[in-house]
Every structure is written in structure tokens, then in C-alpha cells.
């Protein structure tokens, strides 16, 4: 029983990483709503899909790899 609490604590849950993905893909929807409306200045909005486009498969894979 002891393993089993260490070992739990160690990881953190696959509902962690799915929380991760939503709140990367809502600030996605945001992102591309300010690009889509013609903002002057969009470096942070495409600075931040790229990042979505770095991360979201990283999770993706943490959660699915066995």
C-alpha cells in the first residue's frame, strides 16, 4: 500500500494534462480571435500558437503513451 501512495504522488494525472490541453486551447480560441478582429500587434498571438503547436502534442502523448 505504502508503493502505491509514493508512486501516485510522484506523477501527476492524466486530468491535469487534459485541463492543461483545454486551457492552451482556449487561450488558442483567443489568440486567433484577436487575429482574426486585425489587432495592430500580433507577435504574442502567434507567439502563442506556436507554442500550442509545441506543447498540445506533448501532452497528447503523455497521457496516451503506456
Known amino acids: 500500500?505504502?508503493?502505491i501512495q509514493k508512486s501516485?504522488?510522484?506523477?501527476p494525472h492524466k486530468a491535469l494534462y487534459i485541463f492543461?490541453?483545454?486551457?492552451i486551447l482556449l487561450l488558442d480560441?483567443?489568440?486567433l480571435h484577436d487575429i482574426i478582429k486585425g489587432e495592430a500587434n500580433t507577435?504574442?498571438?502567434y507567439s502563442m500558437?506556436?507554442?500550442s503547436l509545441i506543447t498540445v502534442p506533448f501532452l497528447l502523448?503523455?497521457?496516451y503513451k503506456k
Do not use: C, P, S, Y
Not at 501516485?8 to 506523477?11: D, E, N, S, V, W
Not at 492543461?20 to 486551457?23: C, D, P, V
Open 8 to 11: 501516485a504522488g510522484k506523477k
Open 43 to 45: 507577435l504574442a498571438e
Open 1 to 3: 500500500m505504502d508503493i
Open 61 to 63: 502523448f503523455r497521457i
Open 29 to 31: 480560441w483567443a489568440a
Open 20 to 23: 492543461a490541453i483545454h486551457f
Open 49 to 51: 500558437l506556436v507554442f
